[in-house]
């Protein structure tokens, strides 16, 4: 991290601390953490469900904050980050560590004290695992980065499973590890059409340090080791028709748009050319949130049965 140029002339909004905490990914945090409390054979009670998601996402948000900090000079370079708080001079690093450090003390405090220590635990690690393990080190020094940090994305729905029930189950572990598998093929297919952001900032992602045939290669690798990692989900506990029929029409699709990046000719040029990457990224986001959401419809039918 490099010092960031502030302008001290105009104080920070309520705005620019929001957008610190990276809403976006914010939501997919809050989304998969719920359906994991949901799913859970544990039912909370409505209010402290909903502390223990409300300090799930400040503990998200935190990680977000802290991750802004120690990114600064990388954001300032990428086009695609250039206009985060931090480089675009709203607000300043050291304003933005000690919100980050305050809000990840206190998500980590109140889920303890709302459910229990073991939920606790995993958000404090999940908040280290993002900040120091895959921003500090893992993400400037090796292309494998986004596959080992992948794991810090993967860890809400298992926290909030673990705040229903206390324990750790194969079902938290296996939507662990739809995350996990998903986040390569998801983040390379945007490292693909953003490749000169990453070269600009230096950061070793697979598509700058091995090329977009090799990334090409291993998307189809990750999206094939995926589908029955996702299937497997449907034959436990919290699985179903519905969801086996969701994720079978899902998997069908990133398979076929991983195979169609695969068989892209690394000659084609204009302004579309990155038309088939763009359209996996989107449909990766999809790919999960529709998985997430057939889970929490099998926990509905199940309440009705």
């Known amino acids: 991290m490099t010092d960031t140029q502030i302008d001290t002339s105009a104080e920070p909004g309520a705005n620019d601390f929001l957008q610190l905490l990276k809403p976006r990914v914010m939501s997919l945090v809050v989304f998969t953490a719920l359906v994991g409390l949901i799913v859970a054979p544990v039912h909370l ?165 091995h090329g977009k045939k090799v990334t090409r290669n291993h998307i189809l690798a990750y999206t094939l080791i995926l589908a029955p990692l996702a299937l497997a989900l449907g034959f436990t506990s919290i699985g179903g028709w519905v969801y086996l029929a969701t994720s079978a029409v899902l998997n069908a699709g990133f398979i076929l748009g991983a195979v169609a990046i695969w068989l892209r000719n690394e000659d084609q040029a204009g302004a579309d050319r990155y038309k088939t990457e763009k359209r996996v990224f989107t449909f990766s986001l999809a790919y999960l949130f529709l998985h997430f959401g057939a889970l929490m419809v099998e926990a509905m039918l199940r309440g009705l049965a």
């Open 45 to 209: 009670a409505p209010v402290t469900g909903f502390t223990a998601i409300l300090f799930i996402a400040l503990g998200a948000g935190a990680s977000g904050a802290l991750n802004m900090w120690w990114d600064a000079d990388i954001d300032a370079v990428m086009k695609r980050t250039a206009r985060r708080p931090i480089p675009a001079g709203k607000v300043a690093p050291g304003e933005a560590l000690g919100f980050g450090m305050a809000l990840s003390a206190i998500s980590v405090v109140m889920l303890w004290l709302a459910t229990n220590a073991l939920a606790a635990a995993l958000l404090a690690f999940t908040i280290f695992f993002y900040v120091v393990v895959y921003s500090m080190w893992l993400k400037r020094s090796t292309p494998q980065n986004i596959v080992i940090g992948g794991a810090a994305g993967a860890f809400p729905p298992m926290i909030g499973w673990v705040a229903a029930t206390g324990s750790i189950s194969v079902e938290a572990w296996l939507m662990f590890a739809l995350i996990f598998v998903w986040t390569p093929p998801h983040f390379w297919s945007l490292a693909l059409f953003m490749n000169a952001d990453y070269d600009a900032a230096k950061v070793p992602m697979l598509t700058v340090t």
